[in-house]
């Protein structure tokens, strides 16, 4: 018997950097919400090969897939001998801020430690996943969180209410590495007021928490990329409470009250560069 799991995107509402650390990696401080937008994943049981084929939005299915990464790991980690056929339909946009591959990444543990009866604890499910990226953990841990160190450290937040998400993602991709190296500690510009932010989370009041939204990786994709300003000004313009970039980007997501108040504003975007995509925060199961 196979299994199928859905994979979440993510945006984050707030992303503060604190201080570089000496392995090249940041510690950060940011509010991460999960949304409707997801990859799916099938598995099957397989003598002992690991294969992995995809379909949906064009994606390279080699080794250095994190699907097939987050299997290899999961092999070492617990000796396991037995193989897997994998499916990935992709529908999350790639390297685009919206943790696509960490999210599969995050699946994939789950999914194999299902199918092979591995039996591990969750904490020993989030001490494999932030080997594979600083993103994982959030992804298997999912809803709304604070993220801190290197975002591997989560606190729960209050679930947000299911707002309308409209993500629009130009036709380019940013490298997550050379965004946070080309940031200047001394000049981040306006910095998140990330206790507010949990506490517009706590009242669910779209108006505050679309007003708290920032992130200071902008600095350096903007300046890369001067059309996502425009971007961020035309959603706000056509009706969205807010607007922000994702991550290290390039996408842009806009917050409405609800679903249908962003397929409105979508219909009324008109000519921009890049992929728009409807969807709405993930509430708890
Ligand atoms: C910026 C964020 C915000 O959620 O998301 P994305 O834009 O990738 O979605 C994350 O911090 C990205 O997480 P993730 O994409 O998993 O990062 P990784 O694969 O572990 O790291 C890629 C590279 O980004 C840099 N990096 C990442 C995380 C971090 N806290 N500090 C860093 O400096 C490092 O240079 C690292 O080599
Ligand atoms: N299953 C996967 N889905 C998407 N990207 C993947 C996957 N496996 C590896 N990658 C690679 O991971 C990098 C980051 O992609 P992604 O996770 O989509 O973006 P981001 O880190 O910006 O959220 C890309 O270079 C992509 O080629």
């Not at 932010?197 to 992130?215: F, I, P, S, W």
């Amino acid at each position: 018997m196979g299994l199928s799991l859905l994979a979440h995107a993510k945006i984050n509402l707030t992303l503060d950097v604190c201080s570089r650390r000496p392995d090249g990696y940041h510690e950060v401080e940011m509010i991460m919400q999960q949304i409707q937008l997801h990859d799916r994943l099938d598995f099957w049981p397989a003598e002992k090969d690991i294969s992995l084929t995809s379909s949906g939005l064009a994606i390279d299915a080699g080794e250095d897939n994190l699907i097939l990464r987050a299997a290899r790991l999961l092999q070492k980690a617990t000796g396991e001998r037995k193989g897997a056929v994998i499916h990935l339909h992709k529908e999350i946009p790639v390297a685009a801020g919206l943790a696509g591959g960490s999210t599969d990444a995050a699946a994939t543990l789950v999914g194999l430690n299902q199918l092979w009866s591995l039996q591990l604890s969750r904490k020993q499910l989030m001490d494999l996943a932030v080997q594979l990226g600083a993103d994982v953990p959030f992804c298997l841990a999912g809803g709304t969180m604070l993220a801190r160190g290197i975002g591997e450290i989560l606190e729960p937040l209050s679930p947000a209410p299911s707002f309308g998400v409209i993500l629009v993602k130009p036709p380019f991709g940013v490298p997550t590495a050379k965004i946070y190296q080309g940031l200047n500690l001394d000049r981040l510009g306006p910095r998140p007021d990330t206790a507010a932010m949990v506490q517009a989370l706590a009242k669910g009041h779209l108006d505050e928490l679309a007003g708290g939204l920032c992130n200071v990786l902008e600095s350096v994709t903007l300046e890369l990329f001067p059309q996502l300003q425009t971007i961020k000004e035309k959603l706000v313009q056509t009706g969205c409470q807010g607007a922000l970039m994702s991550g290290s980007g390039p996408t842009v997501f806009g917050l409405t009250r609800d679903k249908q108040r962003a397929g409105e504003i979508a219909s009324k975007l008109g000519d921009l560069e890049g992929q728009v995509i409807i969807t709405e925060m993930k509430r708890p199961e």
